[in-house]
């Protein structure tokens, strides 16, 4: 089992397999898209399964895939497969904007994958055409009912709250009555943009602390007579991989979780590295401190991919110290 300097156990990988994308959401990736490269500079699917043999011998057995957008990756299936049936592996996640689950969640399921999480930051048809600058809300929702229809467990709503965008809460949080959603809102973070630059979206103050976030959806849905959220037991909510508190109204078939990067830094439960498409770990999301997994997979085979592996995760930091900013958009590091 792989354990960090600071104690932490460490067995989560998350693996955006490309920085391309089928929407452009305002805050992630700009609207001409990400610089071509050549298929030489992304790691391939089979440098890809390698990687994920030598982390499953250090102790990694929960695995994200995600991007940019994961399914666009021509061969994504496949992948999954492998990932799925190597020794060690025990559970395969997609993170995507659900646009073409329609179409693949059947292929995906019996491929291995178990759980989804799906990002949508609004209900509205043309607030939605307007983050995702294009993007048809539809598809999204098409996506959900494929993905509960198909038996995903979980099936999570991500949802980035700004103030700006003055988003429909309770609308948001009732997607949990009916049926097994687990929705999430998620605080934004200011990545993108060095420190001090403007990013791509939204500024750190356009950011709802999780508390407010709470309270907000508490006073108008005991207004609509549901009654306010009540925090549900960690041994009993969905089995999350990541740092959400768990909520649910009376009755419900799924829950609300929140997830606060900023307001209430989760660093001391962090259980993840993350890999990027160009194949560098990143120990931290925040930090730009990158390790090249891609050439020492290359130059040096499975042994000196397992010592960047161990370097990498040698060298997390205790936590993110408020950095805000980073090198890189979000479509490249992966979320
Ligand atoms: N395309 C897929 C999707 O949208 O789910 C996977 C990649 S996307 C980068 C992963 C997640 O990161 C999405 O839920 C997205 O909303 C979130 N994200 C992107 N930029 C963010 C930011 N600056 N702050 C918080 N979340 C962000
Ligand atoms: Fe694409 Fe996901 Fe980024 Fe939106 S958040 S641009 S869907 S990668």
């Known amino acids: 089992m792989a354990y960090d300097q600071h104690g932490r156990k460490i067995d989560y990988l ?8 089928n ?18 500079d992304m790691l391939s699917f089979e440098e890809i399964t390698r990687i994920v043999r030598v982390a499953a011998t250090e102790g990694f057995s929960r695995i994200r895939l995600t991007g940019g957008e994961p399914l666009v990756r021509l061969g994504i299936i496949d992948l999954i497969r492998e990932i799925a049936c190597t020794p060690g592996i025990e559970s395969v996640a ?13 292929e995906l399921r019996s491929a291995g994958l178990s759980r ?22 539809n598809d999204v929702f098409a996506g959900i009912d494929a993905a509960l229809k198909m038996g995903f467990n979980p ?34 973070m200011p990545v993108g943009a ?12 356009d950011t709802i602390p999780n508390e407010e976030l709470i309270m907000l ?51 001391s439960e962090c259980n993840r590295l993350r890999l990027t498409a160009e194949g560098k770990l990143r120990p931290c999301l925040f930090n730009d401190d990158e390790y090249d997994l891609k050439k020492a997979l290359r130059t040096g085979g499975d042994e000196a991919a397992r010592d960047c592996l161990r370097e990498a995760l040698g060298s997390k930091p205790d936590e993110h110290h408020g950095q805000i900013g980073t090198e890189r958009l979000m479509s490249q590091i992966g979320g």
């Open 217 to 267: 959806i508490n006073e108008q849905a005991v207004s609509a007579g549901l009654g306010e959220l009540k925090p549900v037991d960690s041994t009993k909510s969905v089995t999350g991989w990541g740092p959400a508190r768990y909520y649910q109204f009376d009755n419900a078939a799924g829950s609300i979780g929140f997830i606060s990067a900023l307001s209430r830094h989760f660093c």
């Open 14 to 21: 998350r693996i955006s397999v490309t920085d391309r994308c």
């Open 116 to 137: 989804v999480n799906i990002s949508l930051d609004t209900l509205d048809p043309k607030q939605f055409a307007h983050i995702t600058r294009w993007g048809n809300i």
């Open 155 to 188: 099936v999570k709503v991500n949802a980035v709250v700004v103030r700006s965008l003055n988003q429909d809460l309770l609308s948001f949080a009732k997607l949990s009555l009916d049926r097994p959603l687990h929705v999430r809102f998620i605080e934004y």
């Open 23 to 40: 929407l452009r959401c305002l805050y992630c990736m700009p609207e001409e898209g990400v610089a071509w490269k050549s298929h030489d």
């Open 94 to 106: 997609m993170t995507t904007n659900g646009i073409l689950l329609p179409k693949m969640a059947m």
């Open 194 to 205: 060095p420190e001090g630059e403007a990013g791509l979206g939204w500024s750190a103050a």
